[in-house]
């Protein structure tokens, strides 16, 4: 059953989540609704590994002193060092 709220909001704000909400063909009120929904819903814990992932973990083994976001940086570097 649908229910009328009334909320005060930053005029700049409902502006803004106006055209959000025009540029994904919904309605302010359906927006609202979502993310309240979403932020109301426990997540789920039925999340399933799929076989071909569960065979594939633990393949790679790793240093201690692995670093993803210096690794990923020291890839990109190479990888424009000869652009510019």
Do not use: C, W
């Amino acid at each position: 059953m649908d229910s009328k709220l009334t909320l005060k909001l930053d005029s700049d704000v409902i502006e803004k989540a106006k055209s959000y909400a025009k540029d994904r063909n919904v309605s302010l009120s359906e927006l609202v609704e979502r993310y309240l929904d979403f932020l109301t819903t426990p997540p789920k814990d039925d999340f399933q590994v799929t076989p071909l992932v569960k065979s594939l973990s633990g393949i790679i083994v790793l240093p201690e002193s692995y670093n993803p976001k210096t690794e990923y940086r020291q890839h990109l570097n190479k990888k424009y060092a000869n652009e510019g």
